[in-house]
C-alpha cells in the first residue's frame, strides 16, 4: 500500500483560531479520505475528496493530486473540534496516515 | 439511512473463550470491511469483503475468522486470542466502483472495543 503521511503530529489551538492539517501521499490515490475520530472512537467523514476543494461549514479540504497532498482547514476552532484527525487514501486499499491530534482550548 | 451499525460495543473475553462480532449496514453497500485499531495508532486493515466474497485478508492470524452471511452483515469470529488482540474493532462499508475498480468512499461503524484477559 501507500504511505501517508500527516502534519502537525500535535495541534493545541486557542477557540476561535484557524489550523491547517496536512496530508501527503507517497503516491498516487484514487479515493482520498479526511476523518474525525470522537473521544469515543466513532470515526466520522469529513471529506471524500479526491481532487478539488470542498467546503463544509466551518471545515474546507482540498486536495492536488497531482503533487499527492492534500490540506484540511479548521477555521473558528471549536472546543468540539478536538480529537485525531486522520487522512486515508487507497490504491487497492484504505491506508491512513498517522493521524493529528487536536486540542482546542476554551 | 446512512449509518453502520456494531454490537457489542464493549467485549471482555477470555484467552479461551469464542465470540463473535456483528456489523450490519442498510445502505445497499457491496463492500465490507473490518479494521483492528491499537489505542493511539490509526486503523489496520484486517478484511474486505466484495459482493459477499471475501477479496483481502491482510494476512491476518487464523484466531479471527470473518464470515459475510448477506450483503448487510458481517460477523467477525473470535476464538483463542492473546491479550495483544485487544483494541478497537472497526467495521466499514462503501459502494464499489462500476467495473469493479477502487473501492468508493468508506463509512465506520462505532466499533466494539475488546479486551482479552
Known amino acids: 500500500g501507500i504511505q501517508v503521511e500527516q502534519s502537525p503530529p500535535d495541534l493545541i489551538l486557542q477557540e476561535g483560531a484557524n489550523s491547517t492539517l496536512r496530508c501527503n501521499f507517497s503516491d498516487s490515490v484514487n479515493n482520498l479520505q479526511w476523518f474525525h475520530q470522537n473521544p469515543w472512537g466513532q470515526l466520522i467523514n469529513l471529506f471524500y475528496i479526491p481532487s478539488g476543494t470542498k467546503q463544509n461549514g466551518r471545515l474546507s479540504a482540498t486536495t492536488v493530486a497531482t503533487e499527492r497532498y492534500s490540506l484540511l482547514y479548521i477555521s473558528s476552532s471549536q472546543t468540539t473540534d478536538s480529537g485525531v484527525y486522520f487522512c486515508a487514501g487507497d490504491d487497492y486499499k484504505l491506508s491512513f496516515g498517522a493521524g493529528t491530534t487536536v486540542t482546542v482550548r476554551a | 439511512d446512512t449509518e453502520v451499525t456494531q454490537t457489542p460495543k464493549h467485549l471482555v473475553m477470555g484467552m479461551t473463550n469464542k465470540k463473535s462480532l456483528k456489523c450490519e449496514q442498510h445502505m445497499g453497500h457491496r463492500a465490507m470491511y473490518w479494521y483492528k485499531q491499537k489505542a493511539k495508532k490509526p486503523p489496520e486493515l484486517m478484511f474486505v469483503?466484495?459482493?459477499?466474497?471475501?477479496?483481502i485478508n491482510e494476512s491476518v492470524p487464523s484466531r479471527f475468522s470473518p464470515e459475510c452471511p448477506n450483503s448487510s452483515l458481517l460477523n467477525l469470529h473470535l476464538h483463542a486470542l492473546q491479550p495483544e488482540d485487544s483494541a478497537l474493532y472497526l467495521c466499514?462499508?462503501?459502494?464499489?466502483?462500476?467495473?469493479?475498480?477502487?473501492?468508493?468512499?468508506?463509512?465506520f461503524g462505532p466499533g466494539t472495543r475488546l479486551t482479552v484477559l
Open positions: 466499514a462499508s462503501s459502494q464499489i466502483r462500476q467495473g469493479g475498480g477502487p473501492y468508493n468512499e468508506q463509512f
Open positions: 469483503y466484495s459482493y459477499e466474497k471475501l477479496s
